[in-house]
């Protein structure tokens, strides 16, 4: 027989009645009594409300959760989905469920999966305006929680409501969901897991950490992105206006009181040249960041070339053309634009290597794990084998792989006796020496080079997420280099300190003897000192050179360039990696 629809009064004592279950449940875990919240909620007569079976499927999951039995709550979570799949409730402890275990993608999809009318839920709102502040999307968060605290926020949201704040606030939202567009593309090779053998243990909390390191990337990486055109614009706006003045300036002064239809022709060129020269100079510096040491021997070299050319056009001007003086300060002005241009370049990289090293530190087994799946899902398409872009980025993700375990096994845990760290040492090399073998299929591969790749790659990702640590493959370690003898040491030793003070003794020489001229001394010895300073480092210590080259293999990497492989200068330029 049809049934008559619930009253007003009816519907506020289901309420109530729900509001003092849940509180009592709440009230026994706080307690400790887990059995007891359970025998409770399991003997309780759901016999009213609309979703009986999601609420008491709810409450085992908080009781579960409160456990520390995650698998389980997200089990009682998934059942409780079955019958109710837009119970505000539920879906709302969902959500925070998954993100406290990290499982962003899971929960991004289950928002997805709303119907619109249960999603305007206070409570749904609430959990996903928390979800989306967690990751950083502050446009998200903002609407979830306007549409959660309507109430609270009226006045606010009045105020608000000019088009100028909702325009930007769009904007906003579009950047985000690009943002999130492109994490999901970034997660397509930990989709590989579904197809691994993994057998004997579950794995999504070791995908859920693959997702969200891949997240704290892109964060990182789109502030660097952010910084870097920061500083290019700060850069240009500081450059032109001054290089346009100073051609300006010697250009007047070459053409002896020119007149006014000269005078605006000399701006406008000026202008035109200083903002082509700021073009060039910042692609320049683009090129010379790509080098393995560009950044501090670009410094080096243009601060060099600018302090000669000074010293050139002081102590010849009185013997040259004008023109000449405006050649020789062009250049200059343009080397010591270049080392500043080049100088701004650092805070950017420095950033993202600092932060990004950060993130391998805290998730050092999901960064590996995710490098080695980047490199099976490469070798699983078409065309990498006749593409020498890709095997480069893949045979620099095996070194970066294998560079990670190395570290990864002496400095996680170390072993603080002598016989250990000599076997930790050993095993580390060992592990790291088995996995630079499989370059050799990407140097030169052959037709069976993606199968052979793909089945040694998975013994290292299922021992490194299952924990099996002594499980990976391990090999005799190459030997240590032979070490120098006296003779070598003294020689290397000698070589580098006359390298080291040779030019700072030129410039006293030259100095004593000649005389250089007063506004170049101080750019030469400025340098000579730099130098100096640089050459001692590298005599201090003999590795720093390949210290210097692990970093920038290290940030080449973490720039995540996913997909096909591109040129070095649209991977710099056009990415956001």
């Not at 979703?51 to 709810?58: I, K, L, S």
């Not at 750019?523 to 390949?546: K, M, Y």
Request: net charge positive; aromatic share 10%; hydrophobic share 45%.
């Amino acid at each position: 027989m049809p049934t008559s629809p619930m009253k007003p009064e009816d519907t506020d004592a289901d309420e109530e009645a729900e509001a003092a279950r849940h509180s009592k449940v709440i009230e026994l875990i706080r307690q400790g009594r887990f059995e007891a919240a359970r025998d409770w909620v399991e003997s309780e007569a759901y016999d009213r409300g609309d979703n009986p079976r999601a609420e008491r499927m709810r409450l085992l999951a908080l009781i579960a959760r409160a456990e520390g039995d995650p698998a389980q709550s997200l089990a009682h979570m998934n059942e409780g989905r079955v019958s109710a799949p837009d119970y505000p409730r539920l879906v709302s402890d969902f959500i925070d469920l998954l993100v406290e275990l990290r499982r962003f993608r899971q929960a991004l999809d289950l928002i997805a999966e709303l119907d619109a009318s249960r999603s305007d839920d206070v409570l749904v709102r609430a959990s996903c305006g928390h979800f989306y502040k967690r990751l950083g999307l502050s446009a998200h968060a903002y609407l979830a929680y306007r549409g959660a605290y309507k109430e609270t926020l009226r006045k606010v949201s009045c105020r608000i409501r000019a088009g100028w704040f909702e325009t930007f606030v769009a904007r906003a939202v579009k950047r985000e969901d690009e943002s999130i567009g492109t994490w999901r593309r970034w997660l397509a090779p930990s989709m590989l897991f579904d197809d691994l053998p993994l057998s004997g243990f579950d794995s999504s909390q070791v995908r859920a950490n693959v997702e969200w390191l891949n997240w704290r990337r892109l964060t990182v990486s789109g502030l660097s992105g952010r910084l870097d055109r920061l500083f290019r614009w700060a850069w240009r706006l500081i450059y032109i206006p001054i290089s346009a003045a100073l051609a300006f300036h010697v250009s007047g002064r070459i053409l002896m009181n020119p007149g006014v239809v000269e005078q605006i022709f000399v701006a406008a060129a000026s202008l035109a040249v200083a903002a082509a020269t700021a073009d060039m100079i910042w692609r320049c510096h683009w090129w010379m960041a790509r080098e393995n040491v560009a950044l501090a021997v670009g410094i080096v070299t243009t601060l060099t070339i600018g302090g000669i050319l000074v010293a050139a056009r002081t102590y010849y001007s009185a013997f040259t053309a004008p023109w000449l003086t405006l050649f020789g300060l062009s250049l200059a002005f343009g080397s010591a634009s270049l080392a500043v241009a080049c100088a701004s370049l650092a805070a950017p990289q420095w950033h993202q290597a600092l932060r990004l090293g950060e993130l391998r530190r805290d998730e050092p087994h999901a960064w590996i794990v995710d490098t080695l799946l980047d490199v099976i899902y490469g070798v699983g398409r078409e065309g990498w084998r006749s593409n020498a872009w890709d095997r480069k980025y893949y045979v620099q993700l095996i070194e970066a792989a294998a560079r990670g375990l190395h570290g990864d096994f002496r400095h996680s845990v170390p072993a603080l006796d002598g016989e250990s760290e000599k076997w930790v040492a050993q095993r580390s090399a060992g592990v790291a020496a088995s996995l630079r073998a499989i370059k050799c299929e990407l140097i030169a591969p052959t037709i069976n080079s993606a199968t052979v790749i793909n089945k040694s790659l998975v013994r290292y990702i299922i021992a490194l997420a299952s924990g099996n640590l002594r499980q990976l493959p391990w090999v005799s370690p190459p030997p240590p280099p032979t070490p120098l003898g006296l003779r070598g040491r003294i020689w290397r030793t000698g070589k580098l300190s006359i390298i080291a003070i040779l030019p700072l003794t030129s410039v006293i020489i030259l100095n004593y003897t000649v005389g250089l001229p007063e506004i170049a001394q101080p750019w030469l010895l400025g340098v000579s000192v730099v130098w100096l300073v640089t050459s001692i480092l590298f005599i201090l210590d003999p590795q720093l050179r390949e210290k210097l080259d692990a970093m920038n293999l290290f940030i080449t990497i973490l720039r995540k360039e996913r997909g096909e492989a591109k040129t070095e200068e649209q991977a710099t330029i056009g990415s956001v990696k």
